[in-house]
C-alpha cells in the first residue's frame, strides 16, 4: 500500500503530531461550540475524519469505502487522507478483520467496515479466536485494541434476509471485546471516538435505519462519551424499559402512549451491551420494580436474556412482576412479514401493561 | 505485465491527489482504454495447440477460446454455430430476461417490489449461454443477481414475478424474494445474498451427483451442476476452498465466473492482484478458460466443452466470461462510478444485438420471426405481471413456518394444537 507514502507524509508535509489524552472519561457532547443539525451517518463520517486527523496512524478499510461507502459513512476520508489510509478491500470479510487484527497487533488503529453486519460471520472466528484473546493468550505483549469493526445493522423496511440481522447477541457472549450500539446522531460520534480510541477491540453496530431518518445537534468538535456507561433518557416510577439503538425511538413512543393511560416509564439506553452497565439499570429497577426489555433480534438467546438473568439475580424480591421481553420472534428474518415480526410499538404497549398490571 | 502496470498506477495515485479537490465519486484512477489486454481483445492468450479444445489435460491449458471458434468460422463459413430453431430459442431465452429484468426496474419505481434488487442486463449471454445446454435434473446455483437465471433455468416468469412481489404463488412463496429464487422442479438451488455462499452449496450438489453414479450405481445420473457468481467473489476464501475440493475430487461442476469488472463500486482491477481469473483454475488443477460473455455463441461452444467434461466424468472446469451490467449494481445504486465510455463499450457489444445480427445474415430468421417473439415475450411478461398482482399476499402464519421440518412451523403449543393456528402467537395481543 505505499508505506513510503506514509512517511513522506508525516516528515514531509508537517501532518498534525497533536496527540489527544485518550481517556474513555467523558469530554463534554453538549453544545460546547457549534453545533449543527445532521444526521447518523454525517455523525459517523465527522467521527472518522476526526479520528485520522487526530491520529496518523489511523486507517479506514473495507468494501467500497473509498468512494463513500454504500451508506456515505466514508465519504471525504480517501480524498482527504490519501489512499494510502483509506482503501478498498476485496470482498473478503474474514481476511478484512484478520487483517485488522494484524494491524491493531502492530500499534495501528484499524477501523475495519463490514459492508452489513450480516456478513460478518465469516469474520466471525477472527473476531471470537483471535481479535478476542489476542492480549489474553500473550501475556500482555500484543494487542489489538486498536481494532474497531464498524457495521450497520437491523432492520431497515426492505432489507430481508441478509440486510436486516441484529447479531449483537453473538457478540455479547465473547470475553474479550466491547459491544457497542449508538441510538443518535450525537451519541453516535461521541461513542465511535471513544471506541476507536478504547484500547479494546470494539464492535460498533450503527442502526441502519437511522443513517438518514435520525436528524440531531451534533457538536462539530471532537468528543467522547463513555463506555460500558448506560443512560437514563427518560425517567419514570412504574416500569423501566431498557434497549439499544432504533429500538429505543420505538420504545419511546409506546412510553408515550402508556403515558396517557398514566404509566410512568422510564427508558434506559444500554450504549455498550458488553460489558454492559449493570449498576444503572439495576438501580432503576429498584426503584421501579417492573422491567422490559426489547430488541429486533430474535428473542431467545438475544441479549435481552442475559439483562433478564441478572436483573432477576440482582433484584428478585423487589421485582414485583415477571421480566418482559418483547423482541424479534424465533425465524429468519422475514422479506413479507416484517411488520409482523418486529417488536412494534402496540406490542411493547401491550406488554407494559401486562406487566403493570401484573 | 498488466498486473505490474496495474500496481504502478495504484502506487502513484497519492501523490497525484489534490486533498482540496470537491469530493466526488469519480474515480481518480483511470480506466484502462478499452483496447488493453483482455477486454475482448484474445490476442495475448496464449493458444497451446491450434484447433483443439484441450480441456482434457488435467494440467490444465488455458485455451482461448474466442479465438478457436473464429478459427472454425473461418474454416468452413457455410457451417454454422447453431440451427434455426436453437438460434430462435437462444433469442427467445435472451428478449426474455432483457424484458423481464427491464418490467422489473419500472414495478420497482412503482412499488409493487420492494428490497434490493438486482439487474441482469447486458449479461444475458451468460445465463442462456450456459443453462440452455442443461436438463431439467442438472442444477445452478446463482447469486442475488438470480432472476434471469431462474428463468433461462426454466422456473416460468409467473412465478419469478409474484416472488418478486413477495405473494404466496411466487417459486418461494413469497419468503425468499428478489435475492433467493428456488425451485426443486427445476433444481435451481438458489439465489444467495452473500458472495460466494452458493459455491460450496454447489460443489456439495456436484458431489452427490457423482455419489449416486458411482456408489449408488445409477449409472444414468450424470447430473451436472452450475456455478454463477462474479469477479468480486473471486477474492473470497470459499471460492478458493471449493476450486479445491472439486478438482481434488474431480467434482462434475462448472465454476462461471461472471466477470462484469465492478463489485458495487470496486472495480476488479484494483481488487485483485491478477485480474485474469481463469488463471486460478490451472493453479488448483482444472482447466481455466476465458470467454467473451457478450457473445452468447462462444459462451455456447465453451459451455458444451465444459458441461460435456463434467457429464463424462472429468472433473471440474473454470470458465470465465467476461461480460457487463448495463444498469447499476442494484436498483438503489446511482451508478455513477463507471466510465461512460466504459458503458458505451459494452453498450454496442450488447448480446442481444449481436445474436440477431447473427441470425438475420446467416438467414437463420427473418425480422419477422424475431418480432414474433419479442411481441411474445412481451405478452408473457405481461401476464407475469397481472398474475402476480392479482395472487394473494401469504397469511400471516406463513411467517412462523418452515423454520423447522416441521412445517408447520414451532410444533405443537400446550394446547396441543400447532401453534402457528393460534391467532395470538402471530397477533400477539396487539393489532399491528
Known sequence: MGFRNIIGRRLGLGLVRRRKPFSTATCDGDGNGNAKSINLYSAINQALHIALETDNRAFVFGEDVSFGGVFRCTTGLADRFGKARVFNTPLCEQGIVGFGIGLAAMGNRAIAEIQFADYIYPAFDQIVNEAAKFRYRSGNQFNCGGLTIRAPYGAVGHGGHYHSQSPEAFFCHVPGIKVVIPRSPRQAKGLLLSCIRDPNPVVFFEPKWLYRLAVEEVPEHDYMLPLSEAEVIRQGSDITLVGWGAQLSVMEQACNEAEKDGISCELIDLKTLLPWDKETVEASVRKTGRVLISHEAPVTGGFGAEISASIVERCFLRLEAPVARVCGLDTPFPLVFEPFYMPTKNKILDAIKATVNY | ?432
Open chain 2, 1 to 432: 505485465m498488466n498486473s505490474a502496470s496495474c500496481a504502478a498506477k495504484i502506487s502513484t495515485q497519492p501523490f497525484s491527489l489534490n486533498p482540496t479537490s470537491p469530493t466526488s465519486h469519480d474515480n481518480p484512477l483511470v480506466f484502462p482504454k478499452p483496447t488493453s489486454f483482455f477486454l475482448g481483445s484474445t490476442r495475448k492468450l496464449r493458444l497451446s495447440s491450434s484447433s483443439k479444445l484441450n480441456l482434457h489435460r488435467r494440467s490444465g491449458t488455458v485455451v482461448a477460446v474466442s479465438d478457436v471458434v473464429k478459427q472454425k468460422k473461418s474454416k468452413s463459413t457455410p457451417s454454422l454455430l447453431i440451427t434455426k430453431e436453437e438460434g430462435l430459442e437462444l433469442y427467445e431465452d435472451m428478449i426474455l430476461g432483457r424484458a423481464f429484468e427491464d418490467m422489473c426496474a419500472q414495478m420497482y419505481y412503482r412499488g409493487k417490489m420492494f428490497g434490493f434488487v438486482h439487474l441482469y442486463n447486458g449479461q444475458e449471454a451468460v445465463s442462456t449461454g450456459f443453462i440452455k445446454l442443461l436438463k431439467q435434473q442438472d442444477s445452478v446455483v446463482s447469486t442475488y443477481r438470480d432472476h434471469v437465471h431462474a428463468l433461462s433455468k426454466g422456473v416460468p416468469a409467473r412465478a419469478v414475478m409474484s416472488e418478486l412481489f413477495g405473494k404466496t404463488t411466487g417459486c418461494c412463496r413469497g419468503q425468499g424474494g428478489s435475492m433467493h429464487m428456488f425451485s426443486r422442479e427445476h433444481n435451481l438451488l438458489g439465489g444467495f445474498a452473500f458472495i460466494g455462499e452458493g459455491i460450496p452449496v454447489a460443489t456439495g450438489a456436484a458431489f452427490t451427483s457423482k455419489y449416486k453414479r458411482e456408489i449408488l450405481k445409477e449409472a444414468d445420473c450424470d447430473h451436472v451442476t452450475l456455478a454463477f457468481f462474479g469477479d468480486g467473489t473471486c477474492n473470497n476464501g470459499q471460492f478458493f476452498e471449493c476450486l479445491n475440493m472439486a478438482a481434488l475430487w474431480k467434482l462434475p461442476i462448472v465454476f462461471v465466473v461472471e466477470n462484469n469488472l465492478w463489485a458495487i463500486g470496486m472495480s476488479h482491477l484494483r481488487a485483485t492482484s491478477d485480474p485474469q481469473i481463469y488463471k486460478k483454475g490451472p493453479a488448483f488443477g482444472m482447466p481455466g478458460i476465458h470467454v467473451d460473455g457478450m457473445d452468447v455463441l462462444k459462451v455456447r461452444e465453451v459451455a458444451k466443452e465444459a458441461i460435456g467434461r463434467a457429464r463424462r466424468g472429468e472433473g471440474p472446469t473454470l470458465v470465465e466470461c467476461e461480460t457487463y451490467r448495463f444498469r447499476g449494481h442494484s436498483l438503489a445504486d446511482p451508478d455513477e462510478l463507471r466510465d461512460p465510455a466504459e458503458k458505451a463499450y459494452y453498450a454496442a457489444r450488447d448480446p442481444i444485438t449481436a445474436l440477431k445480427k447473427y441470425l438475420i445474415e446467416n438467414s437463420l430468421a427473418s425480422e419477422a420471426d424475431l418480432k414474433a417473439i419479442d411481441k411474445k415475450i412481451d405478452e408473457v411478461v405481461e401476464d407475469a405481471v397481472e398474475f402476480a398482482d392479482e395472487s394473494p399476499v401469504p397469511s400471516r402464519s406463513q411467517l412462523l413456518e418452515n423454520v423447522f421440518a416441521d412445517p408447520k412451523g414451532f410444533g405443537i403449543g400446550p394446547d396441543g394444537r400447532y401453534r402457528c393456528e393460534d391467532p395470538k402467537f402471530t397477533e400477539g395481543t396487539a393489532h399491528v
